[in-house]
């Protein structure tokens, strides 16, 4: 495992990755969303 200095650190790095991925998937499934209910 690697030493880090700060253990709060990779917690927050870990929130962000997964708010980030969270927020892809959403607008990802808004954009098939709204192109299907167009056509």
Avoid: K, Q
């Amino acid at each position: 495992m690697p030493t880090v200095p700060n253990p709060r650190s990779p917690t927050l790095y870990v929130t962000v990755l997964i708010y980030f991925d969270f927020c892809r998937f959403l607008l990802a499934f808004i954009v098939v969303f709204l192109g299907r209910d167009e056509f």
